[in-house]
């Protein structure tokens, strides 16, 4: 059973840094796109990053230049860089194994940005 696990999230002021890990297990890693998601409260979860098996990215325009993804194919572990944190980046992110048509997802890491 593939399984994904964020971490990394937490409290931090605006202006600051935070890095997600997302390991994945039970399944293969390196052969598949990954991306990172978020939900804020109230609203759509909405796409942050993806990566591609041979390491193409793509930042959603609200995030570019601030927030950088990156995968490391021997710990099967996917990263989101994250700069110069807003409150409007506050949410619930999520990684995810992208398949046609499988997705897998974690559980969700909270990212809460307030001074």
């Known amino acids: 059973q593939v399984q994904l696990m964020e971490s990394g999230g937490g409290l931090v002021q605006p202006g600051g840094s935070l890095r997600l890990s997302c390991g994945v297990s039970?399944?293969?890693?390196?052969?598949?796109?990954m991306g990172w998601y978020r939900q804020a409260p109230g609203k759509q979860r909405e796409l942050v990053a993806t990566?591609?098996?041979?390491?193409?990215?793509n930042v959603a325009d609200s995030v570019k230049g601030r927030f950088a993804i990156s995968r490391d194919n021997a710990k099967n572990t996917v990263y989101l860089q994250m700069n110069s944190l807003k409150p409007e980046d506050t949410a619930v992110y999520y990684c995810?194994?992208?398949?046609?048509?499988?997705?897998?997802w974690g559980q969700g890491t909270q990212v809460t940005v307030s001074s």
């Open positions: 039970g399944g293969a890693f390196s052969i598949y796109a």
């Open positions: 990566i591609t098996s041979v390491g193409s990215t």
């Open positions: 995810a194994r992208i398949g046609h048509p499988d997705v897998y």
